[in-house]
């Protein structure tokens, strides 16, 4: 059963109400106001509402049928509505601020009825028995737009002190794995009044597949290490990796990274520099592993294939064959 965190949630039989711990009213924005000298702390949350609405910016096949003004507000409520989205809470500090956020900012302005809440606290998965996480992947795949505040992966120490059953493992690596690999946007912020070094915004787009996450693993000692691969429909297997080790003690760690999806990283990446007008780069160190190099290969024939034209979009762009 996932246990949602917006104060009234409707379930298929009853209506329930979850409590929160409120931050306790105190010197951060809002609080300290200063007629026309907000405070950076004011400016930093303003910036972070606003990354946060723009998670859930009305697109346009979701608002369809939602009764607009000309100005994008409800006509039934004079808020703004939002476009679906799945929120997923954390813990720590960050779950603080976000419901301070959410409570003087977005709340009184925004219609979130759209959005769907899951609490994804260490306390609530061993609570479900990681149901809660299952129905947030579920929620993404439908929705495609997630907002998620950071969460933690239990030590032995924080599964003694919350009263767990077990150390669960990271959600983050089983959300990347069930989305198959997802795009991670990092922009910077720019605050009024802050030099950064740099006028334009500066995009990252990170590639996540949650490969290291799901990592098999063993501790031994000196041995000889074989890495089999058996393809599908064969039983002759491959052999990846023949090593001697010496050492009397070692991690052997196996994972592997999904490509498949490299192209559509590529294509949000430079879409999303067209749109904002910013010249788009590939980085990486200088020694690149060479299983690494089909990503760069993948990225590049994008870029290659590219139309050469005044308005292009990739919707022009044929795709890459792997």
């Known amino acids: 059963m996932t246990v949602p965190i917006s104060p009234t949630t409707k379930t298929d039989r009853t209506t329930t109400r979850v409590a929160h711990h409120r931050p306790t009213a105190g010197p951060i924005a809002g609080d300290q106001n200063v007629p026309g000298k907000p405070n950076m702390m004011q400016k930093l949350l303003s910036l972070t509402t606003t990354r946060l609405l723009a998670c859930a910016a009305p697109r346009a096949r979701a608002v369809a049928g939602t009764g607009f003004t000309s100005r994008g507000y409800a006509a039934s409520s004079g808020k703004i509505k939002a476009a679906p989205m799945v929120y997923v809470s954390g813990e720590e500090m960050t779950r603080y601020t976000m419901e301070l956020i959410l ?23 061993d609570d479900t028995q990681d149901q809660v996480l ?97 393809p599908e429909g064969t039983t002759t297997p491959i052999v990846v990796d023949d090593r001697e080790i010496v050492d009397d003690l070692n991690a052997v760690v196996t994972y592997h990274n999904p490509l498949d999806n490299v192209t559509h990283l590529a294509r949000i990446f430079f879409q999303r520099c067209l749109d904002a007008n ?43 064959s792997t």
């Open 278 to 320: 910013i010249t788009p780069y590939v980085v990486t160190k200088k020694t690149v592993f060479k299983w690494q190099e089909p990503f760069w290969n993948t990225m590049k024939v994008r870029v290659a294939r590219f139309p050469k034209h005044d308005t292009p979009t990739f919707a022009d762009c044929p795709p890459v």
């Open 134 to 230: 299952r129905d947030v992947i579920d929620a993404g795949t439908r929705l495609k737009a997630i907002f998620k505040e950071p969460t933690i992966t239990p030590t032995s120490d924080q599964v003694t002190r919350l009263g767990l059953t077990k150390a669960w493992g990271s959600p983050n690596g089983a959300m990347r794995r069930g989305w198959n690999g997802i795009t991670i946007s990092r922009d910077t912020i720019h605050i009024d009044g802050v030099e950064l070094g740099y006028k334009k915004p500066v995009f990252f787009e990170r590639h996540a597949v949650g490969g290291e996450y799901s990592a098999g693993y063993k501790i031994v000692g000196r041995g000889k290490l074989l890495t089999t691969f058996v």
């Open 103 to 125: 409570d003087r900012w977005v709340r009184p302005h925004v219609d979130t009825s759209a959005w769907e809440f899951f609490d994804l606290r260490a306390k609530n998965r």
